[in-house]
C-alpha cells in the first residue's frame, strides 16, 4: 500500500519570501509523484510531476521540487512567494500507468504582506 | 472546451433524494475516476473505471453509491438516497490510455452536492 504525508497543513509565508510545502511518500514500488494546486472553488490543477527522470522537476508558475529517494520525499519550493500562490497544494503519488492517484491532506498555503 | 466536463456544477437535494454527477472525459482519454473531496479535506479516492467496466471500486462506500461508464455517454456517479454526510465536491478525473500514460490525471471543475 501507499501513502503520502504532508507536513502542516497552513503554511504562511510573507510576499517575496521562500515557499517549501513539505511531501513524504511511502511505496513498495518506484512511484510517480505530483503536486497539484487547487485555488479556491475549482478543480486541481498539475503544478509538476516526476516520472523517474530528473529528480529536480521544474513546473509551471516558478515552482519546483525534487525527488530524493533517501529520505522518501517531494518537497515544494518556490524561491519568492506571490499573493496570487495562495491556495491549498496537493502531493499525490502514482505507482504506475492508469492507476488511481493517492493524494495526502493537502497544506493550504497563504501569503502576507 | 477540450478538457474533462462535469455537471451539475452545483447541485441541492434533500435527505432522501438521488444526486447524479456526469462526467465527460478529455477526448482520447479512456480511463475515469472519481474522488471525493470532503470540507477541509484531502480527495479521496472512489472509484476507476474503463468504458463498460470498473476497474478499482475499493474507495466507494458499500451502499447507496454506484458509478458507470457507459459505452456511449458521460461516466455517472450516483447516490440514492442522500444524507447531509454526502454533502461534499465531488471530482472526476481522466487519463489516457496505457500507452504514454504517466500517470498524470486531468481534472474537471468538480460537482459540489449539498444536502438539505
Known amino acids: 500500500a501507499q501513502s503520502v504525508t504532508q507536513l502542516g497543513s497552513h503554511v504562511s509565508v510573507s510576499e517575496g519570501a521562500l515557499v517549501l510545502l513539505r511531501c513524504n511518500y511511502s511505496?513498495?514500488?518506484?512511484?510517480?509523484l505530483f503536486w497539484y494546486v487547487q485555488y479556491p472553488n475549482q478543480g486541481l490543477q498539475l503544478l509538476l510531476k516526476?516520472?523517474?527522470?530528473?529528480?529536480l522537476v521544474k513546473g509551471i508558475n516558478g515552482f519546483e521540487a525534487e525527488f530524493k529517494k533517501s529520505e522518501t520525499s517531494f518537497h515544494l519550493t518556490k524561491p519568492s512567494a506571490h499573493m496570487s500562490d495562495a491556495a491549498e497544494y496537493f502531493c499525490?503519488?502514482?505507482?504506475?500507468?492508469?492507476?488511481?492517484?493517492?493524494f495526502g491532506t493537502g497544506t493550504r498555503l497563504q501569503v502576507t504582506l | 472546451n477540450a478538457g474533462v466536463m462535469q455537471n451539475p456544477r452545483h447541485l441541492v437535494r434533500r435527505r432522501g433524494q438521488e444526486a447524479r454527477l456526469r462526467c465527460s472525459p478529455m477526448?482520447?482519454?479512456?480511463?475515469v475516476y472519481w474522488y471525493r473531496q470532503l470540507p477541509e479535506e484531502g480527495l479521496k479516492f472512489m472509484v476507476y473505471?474503463?468504458?463498460?467496466?470498473?476497474?478499482?471500486e475499493s474507495g466507494m462506500p458499500k451502499e447507496r453509491f454506484s458509478a458507470e461508464f457507459p459505452k456511449e455517454g458521460p461516466s455517472i456517479l450516483r447516490i440514492q438516497q442522500v444524507v447531509r454526510g454526502d454533502s461534499a465536491a465531488y471530482f472526476c478525473?481522466?487519463?489516457?490510455?496505457?500507452?504514454?500514460?504517466?500517470?498524470?490525471?486531468?481534472f474537471g471543475e468538480g460537482s459540489r452536492l449539498t444536502v438539505l
Open positions: 478525473a481522466s487519463s489516457p490510455p496505457r500507452t504514454g500514460n504517466t500517470g498524470e490525471l486531468f
Open positions: 511505496s513498495s514500488v518506484p512511484p510517480y
Open positions: 516526476y516520472t523517474s527522470a530528473a529528480t
Open positions: 499525490a503519488l502514482s505507482t504506475g500507468t492508469a492507476s488511481k492517484l493517492t
Open positions: 477526448k482520447g482519454h479512456s480511463h
Open positions: 473505471l474503463q468504458k463498460e467496466n470498473i476497474i478499482d
